[in-house]
């Protein structure tokens, strides 16, 4: 019987093997296990003797040496040490007649001299990627002068007194899984066993949870994962081998890491201040861009209250932008906005429709508000913008034949206004400024003649309240 060791694919190997952490005792078995002590080879206690019940126990590096454990030919118990770890113990000229040795793991054992006749060594093994010759001038003459040879494993000899076991190939594991994988898309996980005789199974786990355990067949095992969340993930392939004899387990892993990403989540913050035909839609961009970068927007429109959505003319937009001008809108007719963000892996939940506006003919479309690069994990909650409260300070003075200069301050409450409109009440349309300075000139500027003038602050929130300064005309 062949035995195998598996060495992972990150260049480590482990064979768990006999003994008292290794191999347990049989669930039946009330068997004592001796006690080891001092320096190797370890000192036995109680020291053996004829008919020792041994079976599992851990005896790795323990002093055998000239033991009597068996004696058929005198009556005695036949000892038992089926499944017991043996690695590196000198058994130096002990006495084995007939001795159980099921199982039992020899790797560096020292059996040179050793009585061996009609002893049991089935299924005994050492580990893979070792081997040659366990003992020399073994005998296997009986007292009567009889031949009797040992039972040995398959591929084992004796040949003139010389115990040979052959070097027995190790098996490696290798792990391979597409990277990045995307969240909820079925993915297979391949393992490949070298050579590809190795029997046994192969467990996956990813960052330490199970997904399942698939059989090796032609030296290859696969699964398929579906991933449930993005961000790092380990991936794990545990072989255990089945072609071990008794008392060994073969075992190793292969490790790869894997990046599982998935949509955007949903921009913020969607809002829109209209113009003439049309209007400017902005946005705060999603907190998480689902393992991969934004690259882009898709900006929806309604005119239905949210009963059905329609691509806004100029989506998608492309980049990091968090703003876009819809233009060819019809005036007068109220329309509200989502936006949803796209990366690599696809197009994300739409946001929470804006507030619906309506277009006016005349109404100057503010310029873009700064842009805000997306991150991932936002460190702070993004602002929410307010209308801007009432200009302060209105001044209003002719400045030549009909015609008024208007003067005016920022509010102090509100969100930082974008742009100004200011108008004659009633005579003119609203006109738009970026200054807190402008001017007015109309023939309805008559000297004489008192004219109320009024100034209103803008925002992407929407206007603020209208300020009013009525004045007589002095030019």
């Known amino acids: ?32 296990c001796p006690t080891l002590s ?40 036949v000892a038992n040490l089926s499944g017991a770890n043996l690695s590196g113990a000198d058994l130096t000229r002990a006495y084995l ?15 040179s001299g050793a009585y061996l006749s009609g002893a049991k060594l089935t299924g005994a093994f050492v580990a893979c990627g070792t081997g040659g010759v366990l003992g020399t001038s073994i005998d296997t003459v009986d007292q009567g002068g009889y031949e009797i040879t040992p039972v040995l494993p398959s591929g084992w000899t004796l040949v003139g007194g010389a115990l040979t076991v052959p070097i027995v ?16 898309v079925p993915v297979t996980v391949r393992a490949t066993l070298t050579p590809a005789t190795a029997a046994g199974s192969v467990e996956f786990l990813a960052n330490g949870t199970s997904l399942g355990t698939a059989p090796v067949a032609g030296g290859v095992a696969t699964l398929t994962w579906k991933p449930t969340a993005p961000g790092a993930v380990t991936l794990v392939a545990k072989y255990t081998a089945t072609n071990i004899p008794l008392g ?52 929806q ?53 804006s507030s619906a506006v309506r277009p006016t003919a005349g109404v100057v479309t503010p310029p873009a508000p ?23 300070g209105l001044k209003a003075k002719s400045s030549g034949k009909r015609k ?13 206004a974008v742009t100004y409109q200011y108008r004659v009440k009633g005579k003119t349309k609203w006109r738009t400024t970026t200054s807190t300075k402008a001017t007015v000139k109309s023939k309805k500027l008559k000297k004489g003649k008192k004219v109320t003038f009024q100034v209103r602050a803008q925002n992407t929130a929407g206007n603020g309240t209208v300020a009013s300064k009525k004045i007589k005309i002095t030019r």
């Open 38 to 77: 001092g320096p190797v080879p370890y000192t036995v206690t109680p020291a053996p003797t004829y008919g020792v019940d041994w079976p599992g126990c851990n005896l790795s590096g323990a002093n055998l040496s000239q033991a009597k454990l068996s004696d058929p030919s005198a009556n005695l118990p």
């Open 248 to 299: 060994g387990v073969a075992s190793a892993e292969a490790t790869k890491a894997v990046t599982v990403v998935a949509v955007p989540g949903a921009p913020t913050g969607v809002s829109a201040v209209p113009g003439d035909a049309q209007a400017r839609v902005s946005w705060t961009p999603p907190g998480s861009d689902g393992g991969s970068p934004v690259t882009g927007y898709v900006v």
């Open 370 to 392: 700064p842009t805000t690069t997306p991150t991932t994990t936002p460190t702070t909650t993004p602002t929410t913008v307010t209308k801007p409260g009432r200009v302060a």
């Open 301 to 353: 429109q309604s005119f239905d209250a949210g009963a059905s959505w329609t691509a806004a003319a100029g989506s998608p937009v492309t980049g990091s932008t968090t703003s876009m001008v819809v233009k060819s809108l019809a005036n007068g007719v109220s329309v509200a906005f989502r936006v949803a963000a796209v990366n690599t892996v696809g197009t994300g939940s739409f946001s929470t429709p």
């Open 404 to 416: 008024v200069t208007l003067r005016w301050q920022a509010s102090s409450t509100g969100s930082p």
């Open 1 to 32: 019987m062949r035995v195998r060791r598996i060495v992972a694919s990150v260049t480590t190997a482990a064979m768990v093997l006999g003994g008292v952490s290794l191999v347990a005792a049989p669930a039946s078995s009330a068997v004592t």
């Open 97 to 111: 007649h007939s001795a159980n040795l099921t199982g039992a793991n020899l790797s560096g054992a020292n059996l």
């Open 169 to 184: 190939e190790c098996a490696t594991v290798a792990l391979d899984v597409p990277t990045p994988v995307s969240v909820g």
